[in-house]
């Protein structure tokens, strides 16, 4: 919500924020392992992924909708708590 406000207020055109939510969602969905497993990713970007908030909602949702494929959820809710 604060970094589309943001946007709002420093960018005028709504084409061009349209291009920039466009451009982020693509990114983020690219870049993080929400669609393909997180072993797949190099190392350090394994490492960075498992303290931001995307692998870790993956992990809830994935348990929430999957029976047993994700057990322990602990460390995903403490992540996104926070």
Request: glycine letters at 8%; proline letters at 9%; hydrophobic letters at 55%.
């Amino acid at each position: 919500m604060a970094v589309g406000d943001g946007m709002a207020l420093l960018v005028t055109n709504p084409l061009v924020v349209n291009l920039i939510t466009n451009a982020l969602a693509f990114v983020v969905l690219l870049f993080t392992p929400i669609v393909y497993p997180a072993s797949k990713l190099p190392a350090v970007m394994m490492r960075i992924h498992e303290v931001l908030p995307f692998y870790p909602m993956a992990q809830l949702i994935r348990a929430g909708l999957t029976g047993g494929i994700v057990t322990d959820v602990s460390g995903p809710f403490l992540t996104v708590g926070v």
